[in-house]
């Protein structure tokens, strides 16, 4: 389906040498491979390959974005089955069509693959073959055939993994580079591993309320694109998809009957978003856009609307940006989606109260909503209203602790409200997320040397900086 991190894995151990002779024998199906790679260590093996995406990868730090890519991706593995972990679900920025899965419940989309999908089940249905892959514990299967692997020693390959994640065939060439032992047949999932993530992948679409026919649909859609040589199309360079597997998800798919799935706005809205952030000149887009508004199909044409909205923002016309927005608000007010570009235009036409009393009501009524939360301290920061937004922002890391964006904006506000200590706390934790430790204790001894007299507050310091080079020292010693 896809060149998924098990596959850049593969390249990696395939390099180092670490590959067996018998590279397509499994376990019978359903074989947890614990015995390879305990879920703890998964986890944490997730979590560094996670800290190295965000330091080095185009991840799309968009709450709307996340939030809505994470519903779908919540709403899938709700229906699955073998769920060891939360799924941690994301985005990177390039239009190249790919997805991948990883250790410890990671998931990762292009945006490309969300603007070629038609429909929201053709986007599930990518979503749910990688939550496949994660269940039936593939990578840990792998593990298991090997008789050493350490993640150090791939980490020593990260660089070309990583670059494989956002521009796969680039990437190969990278980590290829390094040897002569790359081959073609260690870039690719197992034909095994990928019948079984189609067919877990379209049983979890249906029980989750998608339509089963947008596997086969978006199948197909590759198949005819990648007869024209398409250049954005690179997973198929790399993990070919023969005509036989559409007729097996097609045939699967059948088999649950027909289901009539009515348009989704918030997946036409997502389009929509990603085109007119993401994607082309706003001049291009508004062009697009508008010959998009007399579709039949309302969702998709309050889509181009929104899209209308968002281009003309970006080329800084937020008056006629706004009166676009007022009319689909009037009556979807608590829509996401233009409450975060609302907010925007207000903050732009320097009117961040006006964002303030728009938010504010609906805030309260949802405080852990990451969307309304990070755009009302936006608004507060941008109101020079310091206070309430740092309480918010550090309510939110209490339930998320790895919320990017929510560190960004709380180090804006300490630094603009001249707290420096706690500035160089934050700026060590937005480090730490992304496996930059020696930076993260830096900062913390800047922090250190702004604490007077307060000793506690220098043990717990002290004790975070003693965390920092565990986590690091134990990421150098980790073996799988």
């Not at 019948?195 to 005819?224: M, V």
């Not at 608590?334 to 009117?351: G, P, S």
């Not at 990451?370 to 941008?382: D, E, F, G, K």
């Not at 007077?452 to 690091?472: H, M, N, P, V, W």
Request: with cysteine; net charge neutral.
């Amino acid at each position: 389906m896809c060149l998924c991190v098990f596959s850049q894995l593969c390249i990696a151990q395939s390099v180092l040498g670490l590959g067996d002779n018998n590279r397509n024998q499994l376990p019978e199906i359903g074989v947890v491979a614990s015995d390879a790679i305990t879920i703890d260590k998964e986890k944490i093996v997730g979590d560094i390959i996670m800290r190295q995406l965000r330091g080095q990868a185009p991840l799309v730090q968009d709450p709307v974005l996340q939030e809505y890519i994470q519903g779908i991706g919540n709403r899938l593995v709700i229906h699955a089955d073998n769920t060891k972990f939360p799924f941690q679900f994301f985005m990177i920025n390039n239009p190249v069509l790919n997805a991948f899965a990883f250790y410890g419940g990671h998931i990762g989309i292009h945006t490309g693959l969300l603007t070629a999908s038609s429909t929201e089940s053709e986007l599930a249905s990518v979503l749910a073959h990688e939550v496949a892959h994660v269940t039936q514990r593939h990578l840990a299967r792998r593990v298991q055939m090997q008789k050493r692997n350490s993640p150090l020693q791939i980490a020593s390959l990260i660089g070309g993994i990583l670059l494989a994640m956002a521009d796969p065939e680039a990437g190969i060439a990278a980590v290829q580079a390094s040897s002569a032992a790359g081959q073609q047949a260690n870039i690719n999932f197992t034909r095994t591993n990928e019948i079984e993530a189609d067919n877990i992948g379209i049983n979890i679409l249906y029980r989750a309320g998608f339509d089963p026919q947008g596997a086969p649909g978006f199948f197909e859609k590759l198949l005819a694109q990648s007869r024209g040589r398409s250049t954005q199309l690179s997973f198929l360079q790399t993990h070919p998809l023969p005509a036989d597997r559409v007729a097996q998800t097609t045939t699967r798919a059948r088999s649950f009957g027909v289901r009539n799935v009515p348009p989704s706005l918030d997946f036409h809205l997502a389009k929509a978003r990603i085109q007119g952030r993401y994607m082309s000149s706003p001049k291009r887009n508004i062009n697009l856009f508008s010959s998009q508004l007399a579709s039949s199909n309302n969702a998709k044409q309050k889509g181009a609307q929104y899209g209308l909205a968002i281009s003309l923002f970006e080329l800084q016309r937020y008056d006629e940006a706004k009166n676009i927005l007022d009319k689909l608000m009037l009556n979807d007010k608590e829509n996401l989606f233009y409450l975060d570009l609302m907010t925007d235009i207000y903050i732009k036409q320097d009117a961040p109260s006006s964002a303030i009393s728009l938010l504010t009501p609906l805030w309260l009524n949802k405080p852990q909503n990451s969307v309304l939360t990070l755009n009302l301290a936006n608004a507060y920061i941008s109101a020079q209203n310091f206070e309430p937004a740092i309480q918010m922002l550090r309510d939110l890391l209490l339930v998320n602790k790895e919320n990017f964006l929510a560190y960004q904006l709380l180090n804006d506000a300490y630094s603009r409200s001249q707290m420096k200590k706690e500035a160089h706390m934050t700026k060590a934790e937005i480090y730490a997320l992304i496996l930059a430790y020696p930076l993260a204790i830096d900062e913390l001894q800047f922090a250190y040397n702004q604490v007077d007299s307060d000793t506690l507050e220098k043990l717990r310091i002290k004790g975070r900086i003693e965390q920092f080079r565990e986590a690091q020292a134990s990421m150098m010693s980790l073996n799988i």
